[in-house]
């Protein structure tokens, strides 16, 4: 497979599966171990709360793209053992690249501000009135699937130019 065809089919997987069973971070690191073979199971759960900005909460950072930063962090970055060691710059460095790329696209880390890009305003995803206006406006048909399929392919771009999976 070429590498634009193992990067569409991570965009792919990640829009599928947000729109089929959300979790936007879930969806992000559940389509990279598939598509380069890394057993991430644990950290696929351990990502389910950091949905929606945190909690749902809207307010903290996309959970897609710190799926995506978790996904590049299993790769490259600093394990228990080797916490003495130092700061392990280079999962700092890829995590930014891959930050700094969804700012470009989006204009925010931010959720709400996100949603506030591709819907044209914010949603409470608690209040179960404004989920409904979220899901009836594209919620998990198409507007956060994109989101979670660019970070899955931009995250898969990262890890595939440093080629250490």
């Not at 916490?83 to 999962?91: A, E, N, Q, V, W």
């Not at 696209?105 to 949603?115: L, M, R, T, W």
């Not at 899901?135 to 898969?156: F, I, L, Q, Y």
């Amino acid at each position: 497979m070429s590498k634009d065809e193992l990067l569409d089919k991570v965009y792919d997987l990640a829009f599928k599966y947000e729109a089929k069973y959300g979790s936007c971070p879930q969806c992000v690191l559940r389509a990279i171990q598939e598509v380069l073979d890394l057993k991430m199971d644990d950290v696929i759960k351990a990502s389910h709360g950091l949905a929606g900005g945190t909690g749902l909460s809207g307010q903290g950072t996309c959970g897609a793209l710190v799926g995506g930063i978790m996904a590049i962090c299993f790769v490259h970055g600093r394990g228990l053992k080797d916490m003495d060691k130092g700061r392990f710059l280079k999962s700092y460095t890829l995590a930014k690249q891959l930050y700094d790329k969804f700012v470009e696209e989006y204009g925010s880390c931010n959720c709400k501000d996100v949603q506030s890009k591709i819907f044209g305003r914010s949603f409470n995803l608690w209040d179960p009135e404004d989920f409904k206006k979220f899901e009836e406006m594209g919620g998990h048909r198409d507007k956060c699937p994109s989101v979670t399929g660019n970070v899955a392919r931009w995250a898969t771009e990262i890890l595939l130019k440093e080629s250490k999976v």
